[in-house]
């Protein structure tokens, strides 16, 4: 009965997180944020939030079997009177990932305002801008860097096994560990919103499903080049 609680309590912790996400993205992201077209100290902090909230809402629900099993594990250390971390230090850990990769992305993003390569609407201007991205992005899916990330995010024990030790500390280290590796796998996926307008719902969606199937469904590394095939034959329509 305990293991159940538990596991419901996580469960609504993380549905919650992505909830507050996808209300943020759906109701008060372009509220929030308006065309710029010279972009002040605020409005780049305004945009870190966005991508920070908008990359929890995209891959919580991907990273969702790894923490559930991170509250097995340590379930079981707990019947078993072995120390053990809540679960919620680890989710911590992974989310910190994914903010600094949300910084990193902001600044990208303000560097390609500065060079006009995408519009105030936060889209492309450029059609070899956009080819390049949807090639690069395609490409990046056959790369060894991208299918080892692909692969121990779909498969962690290797990761469990070898890294897990009791304490905050370390269960927010093996947290950020293992978002680094899904940043590594999904990175250049989420560039794609240049293209298509970083804040495209319906695009937003499309890669949150993208995401979630290629870490947790069956033959995602397959499907994975399959998408990355799909990108470069995009890429190349809007050159020719």
Known sequence: MQNIVNKCLVLMTIGLLIYLSWYY??????????????????????????????????????????????????????QNGASYTPTIFFSLGYLIAWTVYSLAITIVQT????????????????????????????????????????????????????????????????????????????????AILFVTGVMNLQWILVLTLVVLVEKAFPKGEIISKYLGGLLILLGLSYLF
Not at 137 to 143: E, N, R, V
């Open 25 to 78: 993205m759906l109701y008060g992201m372009t509220m929030n944020m308006a065309p710029v077209a010279t972009w002040s100290n605020a409005d780049i902090a305004l945009l870190f939030m966005m991508w920070a909230i908008m990359m929890a809402g995209m891959m919580l629900p991907s990273a969702l079997p790894v923490i559930l099993l991170i509250n097995k594990i340590n379930q079981q250390r707990q």
């Open 111 to 190: 560097w390609l305002h500065h060079l006009e390569l995408l519009s105030p609407m936060m889209n492309s201007a450029n059609l070899k801008f956009s080819a390049i991205i949807l090639i690069i992005a395609g490409i990046y899916q056959f790369t060894p860097l991208k299918q080892q990330c692909l692969k121990l995010c779909r498969s962690p024990l290797s990761l469990l096994t070898g890294d897990w030790q009791a304490g905050i500390k370390s269960a927010i280290s093996l947290g950020i560990k293992h978002g680094s590796y899904c940043v590594g796998c999904c990175w250049f996926l989420m």
